[in-house]
C-alpha cells in the first residue's frame, strides 16, 4: 500500500499524503514561514539554554521522549505542525487528563538524611564517642548527593480540519532538586553537644500555561517546500521559582515553595513537517520569547529561554520508530545536571484497538545519563487509555491519561 493511503484507525499509528488529505485547505505561498523556523534555529542553536525539554503526555514519556515527528494527539506539546497528521475520521480528541510524576534519588539522599537525624536523635540521648562517630559517618554519606523530583499534569481539546487544525490546552509542570551542603558541622569535639550547620539546599520551578495551537499543510508548492506543515502554537505562562535551605538536622526533601517568587509571560512554539511517503522530517522550536526568573529569595536565577529539536521518524500501517535530538543545551534546574537529548522511540500496533511502545534516551552533557521505557495503549469504543513507565541512571517515573476520541 502507498504511503500516501496508509491508515491505522484508533490509534497514532496513522498516515495519508498531505496533498489528498487537505484538499478542501486554503491555498497559498508561505516559504517565509519555513525561512523564519530555519533562521530561528541557527540563531538559537549554539548556546541556547533552557528548562529540559519535557516530556508531558505517556505516549512521549512511554517512547523515550521522543514526539516532534509523529503524534498527533499530543502535537500541542510537542510540534504543533502534526495537528494537520490527525485522523479525520474524528472530529475531535480530548485529553483529561494526562498525569505524570518522575522521581530520581539515585544517591539515595532521602534515605540518608532520615539515617543522619535518626543518628543525631541517638546522639541527642547517649553522647558518646561511639554515636558521635556514627552522626558524622551519615554526614560523610551525604556528601556530593542529590534529589530530583518532576511532576506534570494537562488536559487539551484537538480538532483537526480540513481547512486548519486547532487544539487548545492547559499544562501544569514542575522541577525541583534538593542538594546536601555538607560543612562546619562538629560533632566529635563534644558528643554532648554537637554542632550541625549542613544544610539542605531546595530549588524549584512551577510553570502553568494555557493557550491554542493551530497548524495548516502549504499547498501548490515544489520542491523541498511540497508537502510541508506549518504550526503555531501561543501560550500564556505564569512562572513560580522557589529556593531555600534548611538546617540538615530538620530537614526535609519533600518541597513545601517556601520564599517562592511569580512571574508572568507569553511565549511560542513553531514547527515544521515535511512528509516525504512514509519518512517523516520535522523541527520545532519552544519559548521562542525568553524569561529571566529567581528561585524565590534565594538570590539565584533561572531561565526559561528557547528550546530546539529535530525529529526523524518511519511511520508505516502498524508501526513507527522515530529519533528525536535537542540541537540546543538545556540549562539544569538547581543543582541538576545540564541537558542534550538524543532519543529513540519504538510504537506498534498489532491490532486495532491495542498499542506498545518502547524507547531509550540518553543524555548528551552533565551525567550522560539514558533510560529505557515501555508503555502501552488500549481503545475501548470512544474511550483511548495510555499507560508509560521509565526506569534509569538516575530514577524512575510513570505518566498515565484518559483520551476521548468522536
Same mark, same amino acid.
Given at each position: ?5 496508509q491508515?491505522?484507525?484508533?490509534? *497514532?499509528v ?5 496533498g489528498r488529505r ?9 516559504? +517565509? +514561514?519555513?525561512?523564519?523556523l ?17 516530556a508531558f ?22 510540534n504543533? !505542525?502534526?495537528?494537520t ?6 472530529? +475531535?480528541f480530548?485529553l483529561v487528563p494526562?498525569?505524570g510524576?518522575q522521581?530520581?534519588? /539515585?544517591?539515595?539522599?532521602?534515605d540518608?538524611?532520615?539515617?543522619f ?5 541517638t546522639?541527642?540521648?547517649a ?5 558521635a ?6 554526614l560523610d554519606?551525604l556528601t *556530593? ?6 511532576h506534570n499534569?494537562a488536559?487539551?481539546l484537538?480538532? /483537526? ?10 499544562n ?7 542538594? /546536601?551542603?555538607?560543612?562546619? *558541622?562538629?560533632v566529635?569535639s563534644? /558528643? ?15 510553570v502553568l500555561?494555557?493557550?491554542f ?6 499547498e501548490?508548492e515544489?520542491?523541498w517546500?511540497?508537502d510541508?506543515?506549518i504550526?503555531?502554537?501561543?501560550k ?6 522557589y529556593?531555600?535551605s534548611?538546617p ?5 526533601v ?14 511560542f512554539d513553531?514547527g515544521?513537517?515535511?512528509?516525504i511517503?512514509v519518512w517523516k522530517?520535522?523541527?520545532t522550536a519552544k519559548?521562542?520569547v525568553?524569561g529571566?526568573?529567581d528561585?524565590?529569595t534565594?538570590g ?5 529561554d528557547?528550546?530546539l529539536r529535530?525529529?526523524?521518524a ?5 508501526s513507527v520508530?522515530e529519533?528525536?535530538?535537542?540541537l540546543s ?14 532519543a529513540?522511540?519504538w510504537?506498534w500496533?498489532? +491490532?486495532?484497538w491495542?498499542t506498545l511502545r ?5 543524555n548528551?552533557t552533565g551525567?550522560? !545519563?539514558?533510560?529505557?521505557s515501555?508503555?502501552l ?7 483511548y487509555?495510555d ?5 534509569? *541512571?538516575?530514577?524512575d517515573?510513570?505518566? !498515565?491519561q484518559?483520551?476521548l476520541?468522536f
Amino acid at each position: 500500500m502507498q504511503a500516501g493511503k496508509q491508515r491505522m484507525k484508533g490509534g *497514532d499509528v496513522y498516515s495519508k499524503g498531505f496533498g489528498r488529505r487537505c484538499a478542501g485547505r486554503i491555498q497559498q505561498r508561505a516559504p +517565509w +514561514w519555513v525561512a523564519v523556523l530555519a533562521v530561528s534555529g541557527l540563531v538559537l542553536a549554539p548556546g541556547a539554554h533552557a528548562l529540559p525539554f519535557g516530556a508531558f503526555d505517556a505516549r512521549t514519556l512511554a517512547m523515550g521522549g521522543v514526539g516532534v515527528a509523529t503524534g498527533s494527539r499530543y502535537a500541542a506539546f510537542n510540534n504543533p !505542525a502534526l495537528l494537520t497528521t490527525a485522523d479525520e475520521i474524528h472530529e +475531535w480528541f480530548m485529553l483529561v487528563p494526562t498525569v505524570g510524576r518522575q522521581l530520581g534519588d /539515585p544517591d539515595k539522599v532521602d534515605d540518608g538524611l532520615t539515617a543522619f537525624q535518626d543518628a543525631a536523635d541517638t546522639l541527642d540521648a547517649a553522647p558518646t564517642a561511639g554515636n558521635a562517630a556514627a552522626v558524622q559517618a551519615r554526614l560523610d554519606a551525604l556528601t *556530593d548527593t542529590q534529589y530530583r523530583y518532576g511532576h506534570n499534569a494537562a488536559v487539551m481539546l484537538a480538532i /483537526p480540519s480540513r481547512i486548519l487544525s486547532g487544539a487548545a490546552f492547559v499544562n501544569v509542570y514542575g522541577y525541583s532538586t534538593a542538594r /546536601p551542603i555538607i560543612g562546619g *558541622d562538629d560533632v566529635t569535639s563534644d /558528643p554532648a553537644n554537637p554542632v550541625y550547620n549542613s544544610t539542605l539546599e531546595q530549588r524549584g520551578v512551577r510553570v502553568l500555561e494555557n493557550g491554542f495551537a493551530a497548524a495548516k499543510v502549504l499547498e501548490d508548492e515544489k520542491g523541498w517546500l511540497a508537502d510541508v506543515a506549518i504550526g503555531f502554537s501561543a501560550k500564556f505562562l505564569l512562572v513560580e521559582g522557589y529556593g531555600y535551605s534548611d538546617p540538615l538536622r530538620l530537614a526535609q526533601v519533600d518541597i513545601d515553595r517556601s520564599g517562592r517568587k511569580n512571574g508572568a509571560q507569553f511565549a511560542f512554539d513553531v514547527g515544521v513537517l515535511k512528509e516525504i511517503g512514509v519518512w517523516k522530517l520535522a523541527l520545532t522550536a519552544k519559548n521562542l520569547v525568553p524569561g529571566r526568573y529567581d528561585y524565590g529569595t534565594s538570590g539565584d536565577k533561572f531561565k526559561l529561554d528557547p528550546q530546539l529539536r529535530a525529529g526523524f521518524a518511519y511511520k508505516s500501517r502498524r508501526s513507527v520508530l522515530e529519533l528525536d535530538l535537542d540541537l540546543s543545551e538545556n540549562a539544569p534546574i538547581g543543582a541538576d545536571s545540564a541537558s542534550q537529548i538524543v532519543a529513540l522511540g519504538w510504537e506498534w500496533q498489532p +491490532w486495532r484497538w491495542f498499542t506498545l511502545r518502547a524507547g531509550f534516551n540518553h543524555n548528551l552533557t552533565g551525567t550522560e !545519563a539514558s533510560y529505557g521505557s515501555l508503555g502501552l495503549g488500549v481503545l475501548m469504543g470512544i474511550i483511548y487509555i495510555d499507560a508509560a513507565a521509565y526506569t534509569g *541512571d538516575e530514577g524512575d517515573g510513570v505518566a !498515565a491519561q484518559l483520551n476521548l476520541q468522536f
